[in-house]
């Protein structure tokens, strides 16, 4: 449900059938001690995750591009207003974990709405022979784009993975690479920190936050 501290040009990803796997307002956003009654306050709720319609066709022509090589997408962050960033520093430097490492209050781009975090997940096509030939789509799960046993902000640098021989991280810097070509393509651009999986708009630098 849509609250009144969601900005009124702002859209539900989910409503717009994109598959979202809310980060901070989920599970971990719990472990670390976000309550229901702050994030009421935000209006993230529900695991719903909003953003500025600017960015719409653009993501939608990513999202395109993505399932031409087999894959869909994830969006895992989206609009983050000023509050949520600034209480999850709080409670991360409470837990003694690398709150700036985790949440960038220099570049606050998650409150214009005009930034988001995506990874890719499988996707599959096919006809559905039994049903008068309907094309069926089925979105599966995350893909893995980094070690999972490493912990290290630094494996989420966009060229972490380059120069490094072993199956796994070739096939994570191939993943990355047309994850990040997607997005450049169609004008997005990478964060200060430059994560694989952090894009934004080139106007959130001087975009209202909210």
């Not at 409470?94 to 606050?108: F, G, V």
């Amino acid at each position: 449900m849509k609250t009144g501290t969601i900005p009124e040009h702002f859209v539900s990803l989910n409503q717009l059938g994109y598959n979202c796997s809310s980060c901070w307002t989920g599970d971990k956003g719990k472990e670390l001690g976000l309550t229901r009654n702050f994030l009421m306050k935000t209006g993230l709720i529900d695991g719903t995750l909003w953003i500025h319609r600017d960015v719409l066709n653009k993501l939608s022509n990513v999202r395109t591009t993505l399932q031409g090589y087999g894959f869909d997408m994830l969006v895992k962050e989206a609009y983050r207003p000023i509050i949520l960033d600034l209480e999850i520093n709080r409670l991360l430097k409470e837990a003694n974990l690398p709150a700036d490492k985790l949440i960038n209050l220099k570049d606050r781009s998650h409150s214009t709405g005009m930034a988001l975090d995506v990874v890719l997940c499988d996707f599959d096509e096919y006809v559905d022979e039994e049903n008068e030939g309907g094309v069926i789509q089925e979105i599966g799960e995350e893909v893995d784009m980094k070690d999972p046993e490493n912990h290290s902000p630094e494996i989420n640098h966009v060229d972490y993975c380059v120069g490094k021989q072993d199956a796994d991280n070739i096939n994570y810097q191939n993943l990355r690479i047309l994850l990040v070509k997607a997005f450049l393509n169609e004008g997005f651009v990478l964060g200060i920190e430059k994560d694989f999986f952090h894009f934004q708009l080139p106007q959130a630098v001087n975009a209202k936050e909210y």
